[in-house]
């Protein structure tokens, strides 16, 4: 269970990639959501590639 501090909207590419890294989403249909659960430096910032 996660601890959500805020919701960031996010591109589909994005979503992706955060989904692939167990990162809680939300999808309307048309915008993602990313439930943003640290208030601290996200490590796999630096992990993601364009393709």
């Not at 601890?3 to 309307?28: C, F, Q, R």
């Not at 959501?33 to 796999?44: D, K, Q």
Request: aromatic share 20%.
């Amino acid at each position: 269970m996660w601890e959500i501090y805020e919701w960031w909207i996010v591109t589909l590419w994005l979503a992706h990639k955060l989904e692939n890294y167990g990162e809680p989403m939300l999808s309307d249909g048309q915008n993602h959501y990313w439930g943003r659960c640290t208030t601290e430096y996200l490590p796999f910032h630096c992990k993601m590639s364009p393709d």
